[in-house]
């Protein structure tokens, strides 16, 4: 059989005694191709009987690059054999072992069958709940990884960083374009163009360090307390329920920065469970409160048990134009309002088929966000109408 041409990523697969090892890298450096090497001539080699399963968000996207990569392997090295591919469910025997290929949004597959290792491919595109769901069913086997999971770092504030690389089972690496010894130069030259191109994806893509995703809508830092000389804008109410969390925020302004302190965020609260949250929290009835105006009763029932408590300017654009009108401060949250923070992170632009990032924010992580919105519309000078954009 042909020489295997491997990089470092084959010798950190082959050397670890960690559950979950966690590749990140740029472009190009090999992860994901020197993983299904070390699969197919080393885990499957070694062991006969067990299920590898590979992972990716969308079966598009799996077929196109981590799926091709595995057969093109098999058809190089002369071992694929037609018997032992299962096309239809996308599955091939190699050894006695069951490769499977899985994309993430077949949710009965996700929580079907156990496997011995899984391979999450491009992981940071699934979600933490996935993540979960599928290391609950690997069972792994001693002297090898469970969880292999490969990424390119373009989100800074990813599950990975906050639940799994933390880990004291879990092994980090980070590779680049210069481990890959077999690639070409101009592909070389293409990667080291990004250095005076775009700084941002030469950090990502280049380097394999963890760059702020470009669809994120806000920059935001944390705070661990509102500076005293601030002034108070308003408070802001996003109804809830069962599946929405009814939230309120405070807000603050001090020169150029606005400042956000997350009051409640709790799910099944009723309206006079907020009236006694209100009165656990020190308001006075003097305070004002801009609620989501879709819910008239609701604003007039806390206006009854006392509370001043007015619906929030809403309508066409108003979105964009709340979002425009935050965008012309430095924002800062305080540490203690988690889910704040959370939102803050993963409150992206939509993009659309060709990565395009459009004027409209997904309609997700934005309870608290459309309450401060809420707080501050009629109380700050009002944006741009028209002129708000993505930036």
């Known amino acids: 059989m042909t020489q295997i041409q491997t990089n470092i990523v084959w010798e950190h697969l ?19 191709f020197n993983s299904m090497l070390w699969l197919i001539f080393s885990y499957a080699q070694r062991h006969t009987g067990k299920t590898i399963t590979i992972f990716r968000a969308t079966y598009p996207a799996l077929r196109a690059t981590v799926m091709r990569d595995f057969f093109d392997i098999l058809k190089e090295y002369d071992i694929y054999k037609e018997s032992n591919h299962n096309k239809s469910n996308s599955e091939y025997m190699l050894n006695g072992n069951l490769f499977e290929f899985v994309s993430v949004d077949q949710s009965s597959r996700l929580k079907g069958r156990k496997r011995n290792l899984a391979f999450l491919n491009e ?61 070409e130069q101009s592909l070389v030259d293409e990667i080291e163009r990004l250095k005076d191109t775009d700084p941002d994806y030469w950090r990502v893509y280049g380097l394999g360090q963890v760059g702020r995703n470009r669809a994120t809508v806000f920059k935001f830092s944390e705070c661990e307390e509102i500076p005293p000389n601030a002034k108070l804008v308003a408070r802001g109410l996003d109804w809830g329920f069962v599946n929405d969390p009814s ?55 806390l206006h009854r048990f006392g509370w001043n408590c007015k619906p929030a300017t809403k309508g066409k654009d108003s979105i964009l134009m709340g979002i ?22 993963n409150y992206k632009w939509i993009e659309d088929k060709n990565g395009n990032l459009l004027n409209k924010p997904f309609d997700r992580f934005n309870h608290s966000i459309d309450s401060i919105r809420y707080s501050i519309f009629k109380k700050l000078s009002k944006p741009n109408v028209g002129k708000y954009a993505i930036r």
């Open 123 to 183: 992981c940071n595109e699934m979600t933490y709940d996935s993540f979960t769901q599928i290391i609950f069913r690997t069972i792994g086997v001693d002297g090898d990884p469970s969880i292999i999971m490969d990424y390119n770092p373009s989100d800074e504030y990813s599950w990975i960083y906050t639940k799994v690389k933390n880990r004291d089972d879990a092994q980090f690496t980070i590779t680049t374009y210069k481990d890959n010894k077999f690639l």
């Open 324 to 345: 425009d009108l935050m965008k012309r401060y430095n924002i800062f949250v305080t540490s203690r309002s988690a889910n704040t923070v959370q939102e803050f992170r």
């Open 14 to 32: 082959e050397d670890t005694q960690s559950k979950i090892v966690i590749l990140q890298g740029g472009t190009r450096s090999g992860k994901t």
């Open 247 to 301: 939230v309120l925020v405070a807000t603050y302004v001090l020169d150029n920065n606005l400042y956000i302190d997350e009051l409640f965020y709790d799910y099944a609260m009723t309206n006079r469970d907020i009236h006694n949250k209100l009165l656990q929290l020190g308001l006075t009835r003097q305070d004002e409160i801009f609620a989501d105006s879709s819910e008239p009763k609701s604003i007039d029932e």
